[in-house]
T-cell receptor, first 114, second 110 residues
Framework: GAVVSQHPSRVICKSGTSVKIECRSLDFQATTMFWYRQFPKQSLMLMATSNEGSKATYEQGVEKDKFLINHASLTLSTLTVTSAHPEDSSFYIC??????????FGPGTRLTVL | TQLLEQSPQFLSIQEGENLTVYCNSSSVFSSLQWYRQEPGEGPVLLVTVVTGGEVKKLKRLTFQFGDARKDSSLHITAAQPGDTGLYLCAGAENFNKFYFGSGTKLNVKP
């Protein structure tokens, strides 16, 4: 099956610093990648949708200057949390979709901002 | 605002019991997927349903997509402790934008 990786799996940073999370589709070309955020014991909330080579589309209430998304190739998308604060601490999950209906999820990145 | 509402939110049952989880929306979806998620991990796809009225079976799990493609159900027969997890439905708009349901946390006690 299709495999999606995320790096890092865990990151702890100081308040005010920026953190970059990578999402890679390892064995298929991802036309579209998605970024989600998940708080403890809650469901996934879609943050943005990115298509290779174009600007990401952000969901309502998600600050695009705060959460920078780059989808530079068909196998890589990055999410940069700029000037992170403790309220940005969360579980960030990416998914990738090829030509079909199915999206394949990465293992997630646990971000803790001190 | 959650496009997809799942019920129940929590379910704690004994091994061997049957259960049904519901996923409802006022929106029509091009496809609907069910996932199971373990703590600290990404969701794992269980099934994708596309056609209204479609029924799919995966061992002890039966998935149904409503005729109007607005709702779905997941039925587990003879639940086992290994079925414990967070079950999520996700509906797709235009085949490539997915919204997740509120989630159902299932605990199966031995």
């Amino acid at each position: 099956g299709a495999v999606v990786s995320q790096h890092p799996s865990r990151v702890i940073c100081k308040s005010g610093t920026s953190v970059k999370i990578e999402c890679r589709s390892l064995d298929f070309q991802a036309t579209t990648m998605f970024w989600y955020r998940q708080f403890p014991k809650q469901s996934l909330m879609l943050m943005a949708t990115s298509n290779e080579g174009s600007k990401a589309t952000y969901e309502q209430g998600v600050e695009k200057d705060k959460f920078l998304i780059n989808h530079a190739s068909l196998t890589l998308s990055t999410l940069t949390v700029t000037s992170a604060h403790p309220e940005d601490s969360s579980f960030y999950i990416c998914s990738a979709s090829g030509s079909g209906y199915t999206q394949y999820f990465g293992p997630g990145t646990r971000l803790t901002v001190l | 605002t959650q496009l997809l509402e799942q019920s129940p939110q929590f379910l704690s049952i004994q091994e061997g019991e049957n259960l049904t989880v519901y996923c409802n929306s006022s929106s029509v979806f091009s496809s609907l997927q069910w996932y199971r998620q373990e703590p600290g991990e990404g969701p794992v796809l269980l099934v994708t349903v596309v056609t209204g009225g479609e029924v799919k079976k995966l061992k002890r799990l039966t998935f149904q997509f409503g005729d109007a493609r607005k709702d779905s159900s997941l039925h587990i027969t003879a639940a086992q402790p290994g079925d414990t997890g967070l079950y999520l439905c996700a509906g797709a708009e235009n085949f490539n934008k997915f919204y997740f349901g509120s989630g159902t946390k299932l605990n199966v006690k031995p």
